[in-house]
């Protein structure tokens, strides 16, 4: 199954006048030509009056949805961050046991990852180093994701701790460590994603952590 972050015109919402669908359109659009250009050659060196151009639209058209590049950047990382976040809650709401549900969580973060290595490149490039400024409402948007996956964790390990799967602990903690594994896989998988695709399903990290959570395996 393939997991794109970017909104096709087959998912444009049908309850909308045919003008606000083409709004959307158009911004999806621009989106898709932005991601491809930063991708290519990096944020700094892609100018609002190329995106126009690749994207085949006015500069006034450009100027309706995004104020400037900063702007423009911030609404791609948050639209796809956005679709990643709800792409996972729903793959965990799919599954009612909760320690596949768990397992699942390893593999649609790197099924994602793979599915979208523009989007993961330009993620961690503009909030690591430091060429775009982070607004407050830009972080806390991400940290809303953040903090509504942690709770969505710490709910399957409580359900898994009254099941006798998992073994009783702090579950927000449990999910707490979770994400941080996931993170650092994450950005592992950054610097050698083709190493990484060849031969780690992360089953043996997936595994790690599994052992020190799984009620049947306390020593």
């Known amino acids: 199954?393939?997991?794109?972050?970017?909104?096709?015109?087959?998912?444009?919402?049908?309850?909308?006048?045919?003008?606000?669908?083409?709004?959307?359109?158009?911004?999806?659009?621009?989106?898709?030509?932005?991601?491809?250009?930063?991708?290519?050659?990096s944020y700094p060196?892609?100018?609002?009056?190329?995106?126009?151009?690749?994207?085949?639209?006015?500069?006034?058209?450009?100027?309706?949805?995004?104020?400037?590049?900063?702007?423009?950047?911030?609404s791609l990382v948050l639209h796809m961050a956005e679709r990643w976040h709800h792409t996972v809650l729903q793959a965990l709401e799919q599954e009612r046991n909760p320690l596949r549900a768990i397992e699942k969580c390893f593999?649609?973060?790197?099924?994602?990852?793979?599915?979208?290595?523009?989007?993961?490149?330009?993620?961690?490039?503009?909030t690591q180093t430091g060429f775009i400024d982070i607004t407050a409402a830009f972080q806390r948007d991400l940290r809303k994701f953040r903090d509504e996956y942690l709770k969505k964790l710490a709910s399957?390990?409580?359900?898994?701790?009254?099941?006798?799967?998992?073994?009783?602990?702090?579950?927000h903690h449990m999910a707490l460590a979770l994400y941080g594994i996931i993170l650092t896989f994450l950005f592992g998988m950054m610097e050698d994603p083709a190493g990484l695709r060849e031969g780690e399903d992360l089953s043996s990290v997936r595994d790690i952590f599994l052992k020190g959570v799984l009620k049947n395996e306390r020593g």
């Open 1 to 41: 199954m393939s997991y794109s972050l970017l909104r096709t015109t087959d998912e444009t919402p049908e309850n909308l006048s045919r003008r606000e669908r083409l709004s959307l359109q158009q911004q999806d659009e621009i989106l898709k030509v932005a991601l491809d250009l930063f991708s290519e050659k």
């Open 156 to 171: 399957i390990f409580k359900r898994g701790i009254k099941a006798n799967v998992f073994r009783d602990a702090d579950p």
């Open 107 to 126: 593999t649609i973060h790197r099924e994602l990852f793979f599915d979208n290595l523009q989007f993961a490149h330009l993620f961690f490039a503009g």
């Open 45 to 74: 060196n892609v100018s609002m009056q190329e995106i126009a151009r690749e994207a085949e639209f006015g500069m006034g058209t450009i100027y309706k949805f995004f104020s400037s590049k900063e702007d423009l950047y911030r």
